[in-house]
């Protein structure tokens, strides 16, 4: 995969949805100086409004529903969604529970999907570049 | 929709009311705290759980034990282990399935790595609120080994999947012993290093004294558990009071901050002291497992329909401790000799530690808030337990209109009552 020109740097807002932690230790893992990817430039931010890329974990609970939509319009355009995480895919092993309004794409429009319980900070970066490649292709908003 | 004033209570001229998350980058997971402050100081405290809960003892109850064991792994990712263990430590006492010696020492090896591992996370999160950002890549630096150790034991750097009823999924050779025993000297370096950078760092040491005190008075009223508990001088640990795996055969002492430090103060730099001197306790408990580990089976059973055929036949109750990196965790199974449990209970030890927030918070100030929060090592995914729905409506059921229902039927009775 190569990208055109690295020209933004991408800033990332990480919504917990309901997730067990797996993914979330994962993705500070990706962001601690093993993998490192704060040295492209990435980064996570405090708020939505700064943020290019939406990064969801967890299978949304009802209670998170609304946090989930608001945090997503909160987010300005062009963005890019990335639900990391078997849970927030498809539910995994909380797909029956009577409590969960996901799986995530069922509220909000996704771009990248990241399976794995939970995957492993490469496949997050993997995530993450196929975000940038669609922000600079100009494919979302 | 409420606003957090009405939740505190009265708001007079000269306080504030602020309401943290539950989205908030201070914060890890969901959790909402409602604050009244007055200046700086904070008056008056209280949170709001349930953004986090899944139903996880529900679905266990259509599912059989071995699927549970999934299930409960899921419930926290940090603490898989302990969740799991203490599962399996419910289902065998129900059973009376003896675990193989040589899988109870590989059980008690994990356990211990997930202990470093999660305290060495604490560590770079405390160090991260406190605004000490080098600290904090460097306890993640150092986490990487651990994570490489179990992912070879276990085939997952996260969920480790290794635990059975009845023993353990896969065995240890001797070139995994040899990486173990490697990484054990290295966290004990490890954890005197991280001492003089915590400890000894005048800043840290200015931020973190005298901070969100919890007496040993509360600490016993609100059953903190684990580091929590230990940092102000209570000595609990499942391990000691209990002993259960490899721990009988190793002797585990509960830390607490005099042995560290000369003196316990239960502020928010014992919890460090606490938790960073564990790590060199796992890592020499972790130690002496391998140079003494017993040959023989790893499981009771090996083929799990067998087990589950074994399970089908079993009833009566049970209860599983262990003593998880923030406390003791509680698991009680109920077995009614069919394929699923026909009640499955977990206590995590958030729910006993997040009651100390309040005493630690009261007169506070503001920007104490995230360090005084993470300080007892908060796990959301754990904890949520309880949220009330129902078709279009969704209603917390508090103190309050618990005690307004009361009165109402009381008065709803006098009236029945008078002649």
């Not at chain 1, 991408?10 to 893992?29: K, P, Q, R, Y």
């Not at chain 1, 490469?122 to 570049?129: F, K």
Request: aromatic share 6%.
């Amino acid at each position: 995969m190569k990208s055109r020109d690295f020209s933004r740097s991408l800033w990332v807002f990480h919504l917990n949805t309901g997730s067990c932690n797996g993914c979330d230790i994962e993705i500070l893992a990706a962001l601690t100086p093993r993998y490192d990817v704060e040295r492209f430039g990435m980064k996570l931010v405090g708020s939505p409004r700064h943020a290019d890329v939406l990064l969801v974990t967890g299978p949304v609970t009802r209670d998170m529903e609304d946090k989930l939509k608001r945090v997503y319009a909160q987010t300005p355009d062009p963005k890019v969604v990335m639900v990391v995480g078997n849970c927030g895919n498809t539910g995994d092993v909380f797909y029956e529970s009577y409590n969960l309004a996901g799986p995530a794409d069922r509220l909000i429009p996704v771009d990248v999907y990241v399976p794995g319980c939970p995957p492993r900070p490469e496949a997050v970066i993997y995530g993450v570049v196929k975000a940038w490649k669609l922000l600079e292709e100009g494919k979302r908003r | 929709m409420r606003k957090a004033g009405d939740i505190i209570g009265q708001e007079s001229r000269d306080t504030y009311s602020i309401c943290v998350g539950p989205v908030h980058p201070a914060l890890k997971e969901p959790v909402r705290l409602n604050l009244r402050v007055r200046g700086e100081r904070i008056e008056h405290v209280d949170f709001e759980l349930s953004q986090v809960h899944r139903g996880i003892e529900w679905m266990g109850t259509r599912r059989n034990p071995i699927q549970i064991l999934y299930l409960s792994e899921r419930i926290c990712g940090i603490c898989n282990i302990c969740h799991t263990f203490a599962f399996c430590r419910a289902v065998e006492s129900i059973a009376g399935i003896e675990v193989p010696p040589r899988a109870r020492y590989i059980r008690t090896i994990v356990a211990e790595l997930e202990r470093i591992h999660s305290h060495i996370l604490w560590a770079g999160v405390a160090a991260h609120e406190l605004g000490f950002d080098s600290a904090m890549h460097y306890a993640f630096r150092a986490r990487e080994k651990v994570l490489d150790v179990i992912e070879n034991l276990t085939g997952n750097r996260i969920m480790k999947a290794i635990m059975m009823i009845g023993g353990v999924r896969r065995d240890m050779d001797k070139g995994q012993a040899r990486l173990v025993m490697e990484a054990a000297d290295f966290y004990s370096r490890c954890s005197r290093k991280l001492e003089k950078i915590f400890l000894g760092d005048p800043v840290i040491k200015s931020r973190t004294r005298d901070t969100g005190i919890l007496t040993r008075h509360d600490c016993l009223a609100l059953c903190s558990v684990g580091p929590t508990a230990r940092a102000s001088g209570v000595r609990k640990d499942v391990r000691q009071d209990e002993p259960y795996g490899a721990y009988p055969d190793v002797g585990v002492k509960a830390m607490t901050p005099d042995e560290i430090t000369g003196e316990t103060r239960g502020d928010v730099y014992d919890r460090i002291a606490v938790r960073l001197r564990e790590i060199k306790q796992s890592a020499d408990i972790i130690g002496r497992c391998v140079k003494d580990m017993p040959e023989g089976k790893i499981a009771h059973e090996d083929k799990a329909n067998v087990l589950l055929g074994e399970l089908r036949g079993v009833q009566g109750e049970g209860i599983g401790r262990h003593e998880a990196p923030r406390g003791e965790v509680f698991h009680y199974v109920k077995l009614v000799g069919e394929e699923a449990p026909y009640s499955w209970k977990v206590r995590a030890p958030t729910y006993n530690n997040l009651l100390s927030w309040i005493p630690m918070m009261l007169g506070a100030q503001i920007a104490d808030i995230p360090v005084i929060a993470a300080s007892i090592d908060p796990c959301m995914s754990c904890t949520n337990r309880a949220v009330v729905t129902g078709p279009g409506r969704r209603q917390v059921l508090g103190q309050d209109m618990l005690h307004d229902l009361s009165v109402k039927r009381t008065r709803e009775l006098r009236r029945g009552l008078r002649p």
